[in-house]
């Protein structure tokens, strides 16, 4: 039961461009949404969070959209650079529960 | 301020010996995490410990595998009689509390030969 799916195993965006990773969920009680990236042989690194109170969370080029209503997350990269090039996992949890991982994006930065 | 060590990085295994991967979780975190990347798969649950105690092992095959983090010392995943299918990626991560952003190493690849 895959309650974090990321329908997109791979993306490829021209550097300089807009990339977008989806992730829907099915589980209604989470209430905190995290993206992390991971490097070849590397451990995944947290990026950028938002809580269910929310719908935008920005950092720097990494924006994070939650719509509530139609269980979907999305993480906004502008402007693409060539280092963003990484798997991206979106995880959640509620309450005291473990994140919950959904199987990854592959992201290529096309320079 | 290290951040969670991993070890062996590698470790190649042949059928029925057994795997031994430990982790040293971040200064300061009581609350250690254990997962496994399958080849072309995500991040799977195995096990949530505290300090001498499991918390939740919902996601650990019922046999051969066994995870300990003990009063002193490293949390250990061990998997004995190792298989093929074992094969994968362990990653433990650590946390200053029971939920939330979790701090990962940089795994433990086993191969099974």
């Known amino acids: 039961d895959q309650q974090v799916k990321q329908n997109s195993p791979s993306l490829s965006v021209q550097e300089g461009r807009i990339s977008i990773l989806n992730c829907d969920y099915t589980?209604?009680?989470?209430?905190?949404f995290l993206w992390y990236k991971k490097y070849p042989a590397e451990g995944p690194t947290f990026l950028i969070s938002i809580s269910s109170i929310k719908d935008k969370n920005e950092d720097g080029r990494f924006t994070v959209f939650l719509n509530k209503s139609a269980k979907h997350l999305s993480l906004h990269i502008v402007p693409s650079q060539p280092g963003d090039s990484a798997v991206y996992f979106c995880a959640a949890y509620f309450g005291n529960e473990k994140l919950t991982f959904g199987t990854g994006t592959r992201l290529t930065i096309i320079p | 301020n290290a951040g969670v060590m991993q070890n062996p990085r590698h470790l190649v295994r042949r059928r029925g010996q057994e795997a031994r991967l430990r982790c040293s979780p971040m200064?300061?975190?009581?609350?250690v995490y254990w997962y496994r990347q399958l080849p072309e798969e995500g991040l799977k649950f195995m096990v949530y410990?505290?300090?001498?105690?499991?918390?939740?092992e919902s996601g650990m095959p019922k046999e051969r595998f066994s995870a300990e983090f003990p009063k002193e010392g490293p949390s250990i995943l061990r998997i004995q009689q190792v298989v093929r299918g074992d094969s994968a990626a362990y990653f433990c991560a650590s946390s200053p509390r029971s939920s939330g952003e979790l701090f990962f190493g940089e795994g433990s690849r086993l191969t099974v030969l």
């Open positions: 589980n209604s009680m989470f209430d905190y």
């Open positions: 410990l505290q300090k001498e105690n499991i918390i939740d």
């Open positions: 200064k300061g975190h009581s609350h």
